[in-house]
């Protein structure tokens, strides 16, 4: 599904993303990779009022009890920014009144 989406130019890349998937990467090799297909892949970004706004869900949600890690918050920022989905297996989108596509193990 993904590569598909790259293939068809319909798959962009932030920052958050980046970081995430290089800070799971195993090896030089799949390092490599990705910084093959982020060469090759849109990129988005989000506008400060934006991030501002989530600053508050996320301290609202946090009152009750609900932790989400920043690196969502800035993903779902820029995909709403930019009127996105997010492709995950991520519950925490959930939180964050963001369109998701969600992705089944092996797609």
């Known amino acids: ?35 093959a297909v982020f060469a090759t892949t849109s990129h988005s970004g989000c506008h400060w009022r934006r991030l501002a706004g989530y600053g508050n869900t996320l301290q609202a949600l946090r009152k009750k009890g609900c932790t989400v890690p920043l690196t969502d918050v800035l993903i779902a920022s820029v995909a709403q920014q930019n009127d996105m989905a997010v492709l995950t297996l991520d519950k925490h989108f959930e939180y964050l009144s963001v ?7 092996g797609s």
């Open 1 to 35: 599904m993904v590569a598909e989406l790259i293939q068809l130019d319909q798959a962009y890349l932030t920052g958050p993303v980046m970081a995430e998937l290089l800070h799971g990467a195993k090896g030089k090799q799949e390092m490599k990779s990705l910084e």
């Open 99 to 105: 369109e998701c596509v969600k992705v089944l193990e």
